[in-house]
């Protein structure tokens, strides 16, 4: 990662890691078979040399079935290999998640285009070369096709009647990070900019949106098929490359007009209301950042089945179709508009400027999350963004401490230590391709939290001119051509951003960045104080846990609070390496006589009831750091009366919700007081209400001895929405405060929290909520209630209570508890109703299928999970499947069933909707049906190793799944050996978390036939063995060498003279060293891709090894390996140029596409024709260098053959 490294030095702009730089691209796809889900299509590259003599192209292709290559048309030779495909080779018996988990990263490492890797290597041919010195221009035509991707295309295709177009199918590009390789090849990365033509060749009823400006769409001679040109002529890297088709309804904004909206049929009604908002947007972000937008146009489409429910690419973005909603819904509206303005805060930055390396994520996440943030603030009012703030930073201060922490500017370089930085996590923060997906969540939260911290410091005014300041240069750089040089300008890069913020507001944030960003954890304070008389000082004492995961120690200033009846004073302390304790001194002497109003923080002045205080002391409540301008978690300690005033009387909902928090604890008649004065006040936030309502219920039941009058809140409930002349019956619904609709959807479900003295919910409450959804009027409503029925369900399931079982009678629905039975045929009803007339994204489904999961835990209907299964099949709303498939994970775990643990495993592999299998990794994750800790009969070797396998081979088409089922699997196993798993026969001999070989300076490897050792002395150089994991982390990967007798295998990383030998180019054509992941540098004489071959018997030939599986040991014959993925009819294009002759074959690995699909299991091993003398052995070393390690799928050892 040596341009990480960079970039902190001085910066010399971008180096890139290629010997080339890519200029312009051409993607046509010209077929798209939705019967087939297939693909058809050609790219080209437009490359100018870096260096003299070019003579390897490395580019990224995943799952791609490349049928020819050519440069400047001529035809090349070419050689595929993905290592992410099979991590650890099968016959591998190691199970424990470190080996795993350095594999991994490995095999990522080995076609990182970051680091100037590939998974397709293209050989130049050599009448090319010469143009090396004038550095003319090279064009790399491939052709390519995809059958049935699993990764990176997502087709549709609804299982109805009629052509494609009526039944709704389409196909979007979807993926995480840089996955735009999984559909065409390309240089897979954020640095690498070009200018784009694309072209898409559809039925004549489809639609294919994609990057840049239509220019024109052409229709064929049949008018049966027409092809949409588009062109984008800003530099723009592959990953934020996009493509949708389908039988989209268009919708042109009528406010501008250069923005258009696509959707699915029949939903234009929908689309008209969802983005009639949006141009108020666009306005918000070019009047902060007093810049224009950067394309020229911009593009929505909403798809059904999506992978997220935004993804943002230049110039379009790709939304879930379930984010469209009709005038009448209230709940589904600020998420939409929301999700809007994260799409376009990412416009800016995330697709028009682009980022130097995976370093350097967090400056565009964290400034796309901030200015989100502002819109959030002007649009939604300071309180929602305050509440917005306070959410994410509790929530990622919970995950720090949890796991341990997130770290915003990784970065790799030569100490031992730093090789990982982050050794309390399970995976590795090399690449995003290996972070969990909560991790990443994580990470974006704190990179906007982050850049809050940064305006803290620098004012909103300076933060925006630095951001202009990005996006200028950038707007510049984007016009220049190729030539210039100048379009680095448009990567943002940690310093560059730093350097900028220098520039701009002449202040350093030095310390503020080596805190927050350069390490990882967060802060953690407890506060309390005593107030002394007799110096009228408040004495406050502020202590730091600082050894707990996931924490670091804070110096440096915090503001704290202290509101008096003189007034609100802020006071800033310095925290000191080891000072705990503090005096503030004090304003006002206790003066209670003078009756007079109290200034509060916002100007406002308030008559106050001051019976409650303490008589000796004038401090009406205190708060520490109330600006949130550390990450930070405080647990502070004052009297209950202090905290009921700071409900009533603090006029920020930060402060209001921490004190609904801490009054949880303080269940007296002063604390019901407080919070049912906040339920009653308009005025109030309506978030804060709603918590208010739940800790009622909480203090409530707390009291249920002393509680006296009507149950908490029904009182409330009647006065302000029921009639006034029949007070059990609810008002016809008018939902046009929403402020009052949302305490009305609340109130239910908090009140049927109370209990009764036997821990029942009190009958007249059951009563009220049954009257509720009795009496429910919607006519005259222009709201749907479907959100607010929803609720009223969920507060039937909150009312449950374990059923008193009599001895071992079975459970029936005619013995049903006659509450219960009421709460049944209720869910029952609605469950009907909703068969007949379904709710907008069947939100009473889904608390109707919750209802039925804690009727089955409370033992009143008998545990079942098939209702739950064929709720969960595919073809319900995605919002029925999750809730269902919620249900069973939590059957699996408590009947401890392995048949639902079979079946949701089942649906991880098969389902056809990415985020479903998504959602069942992360939920087993979140519920397990086990775990380390304990003994489960679950725990068995065989669901080992088909989670081994599972995230082994089985998840390579999609990078999440894949960091799911890793989750799943620390989860279930932890770090090392399972323990269900019976001891390996030989005991391990690599301590992998120690990174030190046990056996030195030989490895075993693990057990297997025939094993040898590996000495370091067959070439005359002593090779050092050093630690195993080390030398994958670097990415050095194994090297073979072979003894006159047997071939051994092991992982030892290159001499350094040895690699020194090589660079300086000593092969016979001079031809350049393997890199890490590479697979070798192939030597003319022993591949000679020159001599003619008869294809058609090759391709036969090898065909006939596809049926036969092989087995270790026994090797299949010979393949030759510059064949790659051959198309099941023999094309013309294996004329003698691609193929090659068997005659000198190497034991190169090259996995085929549709081999892999129909084998996941076969690997070819060849035998070797050499005579074993020293010239021999120097080429075979060459030639296996890397072709035998995890990385690149093949196991550590190989059956030993003699010759």
């Not at 107030?531 to 502020?542: D, M």
């Not at 503090?582 to 003066?591: E, Q």
């Not at 009052?740 to 409450?765: G, W």
């Amino acid at each position: 990662m040596h341009e990480i490294k960079m970039n902190r030095k001085k910066d010399k702009g971008f180096e890139s890691p290629r010997p080339f730089k890519l200029t312009h691209q051409v993607v046509c796809i010209n077929n798209i078979n939705f019967q087939r889900k297939s693909v058809i299509g050609y790219v080209e590259l437009t490359i100018f040399p870096t260096v003299v003599n070019l003579n390897r192209i490395k580019l990224n292709s995943k799952q791609c079935r490349i049928y020819r290559v050519r440069v400047n048309d001529l035809e090349a030779p070419f050689i595929y290999n993905d290592p992410t495909l099979e991590v650890c080779h099968h016959e591998s018996k190691q199970r424990n998640l470190n080996y795993f988990s350095s594999a991994y990263t490995a095999a990522v490492s080995a076609v990182d285009p970051d680091a100037g890797h590939g998974e397709l290597v293209i050989k130049v041919p050599s009448e090319l070369w010469k143009q090396g010195d004038e550095m003319n221009v090279l064009k790399v035509y491939i052709e390519f096709s995809l059958d049935q991707p699993k990764g990176g295309l997502h087709f549709v295709v609804p299982d109805v009647e009629g052509s494609m177009a009526e039944r709704g199918a389409h196909v979007f590009s979807f993926g995480y990070q840089n996955s735009t390789r999984f559909w065409f090849p390309c240089v897979d990365s954020y640095s690498e900019l070009c200018t784009w033509k694309l072209e898409f060749t559809v039925d004549a009823s489809m639609v294919a949106v994609s990057c840049g400006d239509l220019v024109e769409t052409v229709y064929t001679h049949d008018m049966r098929k027409k092809t949409f040109h588009y062109v984008l002529p800003i530099p723009t890297a592959a990953p934020n490359i996009s493509l949708s088709v389908g039988p989209f309804e268009i919708l042109v904004d009528p406010y501008m007009h250069e923005v258009t909206h696509f959707c699915l049929p029949q939903l234009l009604p929908l689309l008209k209301h969802s983005m009639s908002y949006l141009h108020e947007i666009f306005e918000f972000y070019e009047e902060i950042l007093t810049c224009r937008y950067p394309y020229s146009c911009f593009k929505t489409v909403f798809v059904d089945e999506a992978y997220v429910q935004v993804s943002s690419y230049a110039s379009m973005s790709i939304f879930s179709t379930n984010l469209l909603h009709s005038a009448m819904i209230i709940d589904q509206t600020p998420l939409t508009r929301r999700c809007l303005a994260q799409a376009l805060a990412q416009q800016f930055f995330g697709c028009f400027i682009s980022r130097m390396s995976w370093a350097d994520e967090w400056v565009l996440k964290g400034i796309s999350g901030y200015i989100y943030g502002l819109y959030l603030k002007k649009t939604f009012g300071v309180n929602q963004y305050r509440h917005w703030i306070k959410e994410e930073l509790d929530k990622m201060v919970e995950y720090e401490l949890k796991m341990g922490g997130v770290l915003l500017h990784p970065t790799f370089g030569g100490g031992k230590d730093k090789d990982n930085p982050t050794p309390h996590l399970h995976f590795s923060i090399k690449h995003p391709h290996t972070l969990s997906w909560k991790y990443y969540k994580m990470f974006q939260c704190k990179a906007h939290l982050v850049m809050r911290l940064i305006e803290n410091r620098i004012s909103m005014e300076f933060m925006l001119q630095v951001f202009n300041k990005l996006l200028s240069l950038a707007s510049t750089a984007s016009s220049q051509k190729y030539q210039s040089h100048m379009w680095s300008q448009m990567l943002v890069s940690t310093h560059s951003f730093l350097k900028s913020i220098s520039n701009v507001s002449g202040k350093d944030i030095g310390p503020l960045i080596k805190q927050w960003v350069d390490q990882s954890a967060v802060v953690k304070f407890f506060g309390s104080f005593a107030f002394n008389r007799k110096r009228n000082v408040l004495e406050l004492e502020i202590r730091q846990d600082y050894t707990s995961s996931g924490t670091q120690k804070y110096v440096g200033p915090i503001k704290v609070t202290v509101q008096e009846l003189d007034g609100s004073f802020n006071h800033t302390l310095q925290i000191e390496e080891n000072s705990l304790k503090h005096d503030i001194p004090c304003h006002s002497k206790s003066r209670r006589n003078k009756k007079k109003k109290i200034p509060l923080m916002n100007g406002e002045e308030v008559d106050m009831d001051l019976s409650a205080m303490d008589a000796d002391s004038p401090l009406l409540w205190i708060r520490i750091d109330p600006d949130m301008s550390i990450l930070r978690k405080v647990e502070f300690e004052q009297a209950d009366f202090m905290w009921q005033y700071q409900l009533r009387y603090e006029r920020d909902v930060v402060a209001q919700e921490e004190s609904i928090l801490a009054l949880e604890k303080f269940p007296t008649p002063a604390s019901r007081l407080a919070l049912t004065d906040i339920l009653e006040q308009d005025q109030c936030f309506y978030k804060v209400r709603q918590g208010a309502c739940f800790c009622l219920a909480k203090i409530a039941n707390s009291m249920m001895s002393t509680w006296t009058g009507p149950p908490a809140m029904k009182s409330l409930f009647t006065r302000m929405f029921c009639c006034k002349s029949c007070p059990n019956i609810v008002k016809t619904n008018n939902f046009i405060s929403f402020q009052s609709y949302f305490l009305q959807k609340t109130m239910p479900v908090a009140m049927a929290q109370l209990r009764d003295i036997q821990n029942l919910c009190p009958k007249d409450v059951l009563n009220f909520i049954l009257d509720l959804i009795k009496y429910n009027d919607n006519r005259k409503n222009k709201f749907s209630d479907n959100y607010y029925r929803a609720e009223l369900i969920d507060a039937l399931t909150n009312s449950l209570t374990p059923a008193i079982s009599i001895s071992n009678e079975v459970r029936t629905v005619d013995n049903l508890n006659g509450d219960v039975r009421l709460i049944l045929e209720e869910i029952t009803r609605f469950l009907n109703m909703e068969k007949l007339l379904p709710s907008y994204r069947n939100t009473i489904t889904v608390s109707c299928l919750r209802a039925i999961r804690m009727l089955q835990k409370n033992g009143h209907i008998p545990s079942d999970p098939s209702l739950f299964k064929s709720y969960a099949e595919y073809g319900h709303f995605v919002d029925v499947r999750v809730a269902a498939l919620e249900a069973v994970v939590d059957y699996t775990r408590i009947d401890r069933s392995s048949v639902e643990l079979q079946w949701l495993l089942n649906m991880v592999q098969n389902d056809p909707a990415h985020y479903i299998r998504h959602k069942i990794l992360s939920m087993l994750g979140k519920n397990p049906p086990f775990t380390k800790a304990a003994e489960s009969p679950l725990c068995n070797e065989a669901l080992v190793d088909q989670l081994w396998k599972l995230m082994n081979s089985g998840t390579s088409h999609d990078w999440r799944l894949r960091c799911d089922a890793v989750n799943l699997y620390y989860t279930l196993f932890g770090l090392t050996r399972p323990s269900c798993l019976p001891l390996p026969e030989l005991g391990l001999v690599l301590n992998l978390k120690e990174k030190k070989a046990v056996l030195n300076p030989t490895i075993k490897p693990e057990q297997g036939p025939g094993t040898t050792e590996i000495t370091g002395n067959t070439m005359g150089v002593h090779i050092p063995v050093m630690g195993f994991t080390s030398s994958l982390d670097e990415g050095l990967i194994a090297m073979e060498t072979v003894s006159s007798v047997s071939m051994s295998s092991g992982v030892a990383p290159l001499p350094q003279g040895l690699k020194r030998k090589l660079d300086s180019g000593v092969g016979p054509l001079g031809s350049s060293p393997p890199e890490p992941g590479q697979f070798n540098t192939m030597e003319e004489d022993e591949i000679d891709m020159e001599s003619p071959h008869d294809s058609q018997a090759f391709i036969h030939h090898h065909l006939n090894i596809l049926e036969r599986p092989s087995t270790p040991g026994k090797e299949p014959p010979v393949v030759d390996q510059a064949v790659l993925s051959l198309p099941v009819t023999p094309l013309p294009s294996f004329s003698k140029e691609s193929t090659s002759s068997s005659k000198h074959s190497t034991d190169h690995h090259h996995h085929h596409h549709h081999e892999h699909k129909k084998k996941k299991k076969k690997k070819h091993k060849h035998k070797h024709k050499h005579k074993h003398d020293s010239k021999d052995k120097d080429k075979e070393r060459d030639s296996h260098a890397f072709s035998n390690s995890p990385a690149s799928g093949r196991s550590m050892r190989s059956p030993s053959m003699s010759d």
